[in-house]
Every structure is written in C-alpha cells, then in structure tokens.
C-alpha cells in the first residue's frame, strides 16, 4: 500500500476490516471465502476463530495442491460432516 500512496500522492486507503487471510490454492481460497468470508476472501480475525475444519470438504479433491496454510490457523480438529 505504501507504493500505492507513493506513486498517487492522493490516493489514501484505509483499511478498516483488516486484511484477507492468503490461501495460495484456490480450491482452498473458494472454500474458507465462501464459508467463512465475503465471496472474496476472508478476513486474518476470522480465520484465527476457524477451530474445526470439515475434512470431507476437501477429501478425494485431485485439483487440492497444497493447504500449508493450514498451520498458521488455530485449527483444534478436523470433522468429517
């Protein structure tokens, strides 16, 4: 954002929500965006609230590359719902 302000001068952003937690794999973004965000992502405060995950959301997916993110969240378990 500082690039942003640097290059338009008059340009101010504010962020008053916070910022979008990064999933890198989209099949995982699409997920937590629509479950637990806007439809566009979801917020860094929310995720750190996601203690249970449903496993069966993303079991037998072939198109799911990576969850690393799933250890920086306060995951406690993991449900098949």
Same mark, same amino acid.
């Given at each position: 954002?500082?690039? &942003?302000? *640097?290059? /338009? $001068?008059? &340009?101010?952003?504010? @962020? ?9 794999? $989209?099949?995982?973004?699409?997920? /937590? ?7 566009v992502?979801?917020?860094?405060? *929310?995720?750190? *609230?996601? !203690? ?5 959301? /993303?079991? !037998?997916?072939?198109? &799911? @590359?990576? /969850?690393?993110? &799933?250890?920086?969240?306060? @995951?406690?378990?993991? *449900? !098949? !719902?």
């Open positions: 954002m500082e690039f &942003l302000e *640097t290059k /338009f $001068p008059d &340009l101010h952003i504010n @962020v008053t929500a916070g910022y979008y937690f990064k999933f890198r794999d $989209p099949i995982i973004h699409n997920y /937590f965006s629509s479950m637990y965000g806007d439809g992502g979801v917020s860094e405060s *929310t995720v750190s *609230t996601i !203690n249970n995950i449903d496993r069966a959301a /993303f079991e !037998n997916n072939t198109q &799911l @590359v990576s /969850f690393d993110e &799933l250890s920086d969240m306060n @995951v406690k378990q993991t *449900t !098949n !719902n």
